[in-house]
């Protein structure tokens, strides 16, 4: 059955990767899915027919079939579940996956895409710039406790799973803002996701569509 994900015709990021669909797209290269991708408008992803994929109008979406799913945590959840590569073996190991996944959305995506909205939606508001520090010290506080847990490590829970690619994907958000440096192991641990494979095919995937020029 043909896999069919949904992205940006052109993402804001211009092919940084930053945009949902590439997650999403790394976990379909790691359990060796192939995928297709439809690529919507900003204005399409309001209409009728997208929002019957997406209640809230949003890209990334999975079809499979009969079956629609939305979110990037319960679509990579399912590709994990269905196929080998993303979650151990062991029970116990698998439910530790599962906490780092949400984790990753839960407790450190909040603050970064906080970040976000204080620079790019906020940013014209007078007390914009007062706020920025107090924005930034809650991802910090974030990254100190994720970045005590890593020291020494590879991978969060031992070998790499779904934990670690939502993880990843999260942190590469801040890359621009400079946070990511001041926490070298958590930099390392970001550079080693993205040394993968299966991030390197996804990033590429996405690029060929968000390239300046690639039309
Ligand atoms: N919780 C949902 C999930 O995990 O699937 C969030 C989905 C979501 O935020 N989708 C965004 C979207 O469709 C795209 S990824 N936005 C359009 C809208 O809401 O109308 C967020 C995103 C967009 C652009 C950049 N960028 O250019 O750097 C980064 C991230």
């Known amino acids: 059955m043909t896999i069919v994900i949904t992205a940006f015709e052109r993402s804001p990021d211009g092919g940084k990767g930053l945009a949902r669909d590439t997650r999403v797209r790394w976990a379909l290269e790691e359990v060796g899915q192939p995928y297709e991708v439809r690529l919507v408008s900003f204005r399409a ?13 949003q890209i990334p979406t999975y079809e499979e079939g009969d079956l629609v799913l939305f979110e990037t945590g319960a679509i990579i959840f399912h590709l994990a579940e269905r196929h080998p590569g993303l979650f151990p073996g062991d029970a116990d190991a698998r439910a530790r996956a599962i906490s780092w996944m949400f984790a990753a959305l839960n407790s450190v995506e909040p603050p970064i895409l906080d970040l976000s909205i204080a620079k790019f939606v906020e940013g ?15 991802i910090r506080h974030r990254l100190r406790s994720l970045s005590a847990r890593l020291e020494g490590s590879e991978w969060l829970d031992g070998a790499f799973s779904a934990g670690d690619l939502m993880m990843v994907s999260v942190l590469l958000r801040l890359r621009a803002s400079g946070l990511l440096d001041e926490f070298p192991t958590l930099a390392t641990y970001v550079a080693r996701g993205e040394a993968r494979p299966a991030y390197k095919r996804a990033f590429a995937a996405q690029l060929a569509v968000n390239a300046p020029g690639s039309d």
């Open 45 to 57: 992803m309001k209409e009728p027919a997208h929002l019957a994929l997406h209640p809230f109008g």
């Open 124 to 138: 014209d508001q007078a007390w914009s710039q007062a706020r920025l520090p107090l924005v930034m010290d809650r």
